[in-house]
Nanobody
Framework: QVQLKESGGGLVQAGGSLRLSCAAS????????MGWFRQAPRKSREFVAA????????YYADSVKGRFTISRDNATSTLTLQMSSLKPEDTAVYYC????????????????WGQGTPVTVSS
């Protein structure tokens, strides 16, 4: 089992920045690739960003590319999402997730999920 807990969400004005964190505990953090997903009201959950086990490779949804940065600290078992130039359409609950499955990180199965942290971007 892997336990994931997100923090850092909140209310921010358009153009502002937020930094989300995800603390992992349980099994060995470096066994898992990690991802951020989000779900806006009345919409399906969507992929935001992901990072490989070593942290050497990252992936982003086109909608956040150039504005968001995913990173991980394997020494502290922490995943981070730095969000800049935020837009109202970024408003959603953001979830971190862990996967040990192979395949494209945007679409593969994720085994463990956090409870989510809400982000609201006002215009």
């Amino acid at each position: 089992q892997v336990q994931l807990k997100e923090s850092g969400g909140g209310l921010v004005q358009a153009g502002g920045s937020l930094r989300l964190s995800c603390a992992a505990s349980g099994r060995t953090f470096t066994n898992y690739a990690m991802g951020w997903f989000r779900q806006a009201p009345r919409k399906s959950r969507e992929f935001v960003a992901a990072i490989r086990e070593s942290g050497g490779t990252t992936y982003y949804a086109d909608s956040v590319k150039g504005r968001f940065t995913i990173s991980r600290d394997n020494a502290t078992s922490t995943l981070t999402l730095q969000m800049s130039s935020l837009k109202p359409e970024d408003t959603a609950v953001y979830y971190c997730a862990a996967t040990a499955w192979a395949g494209p990180l945007a679409t593969t199965k994720y085994d463990y999920w956090g409870q989510g942290t809400p982000v609201t971007v006002s215009s």
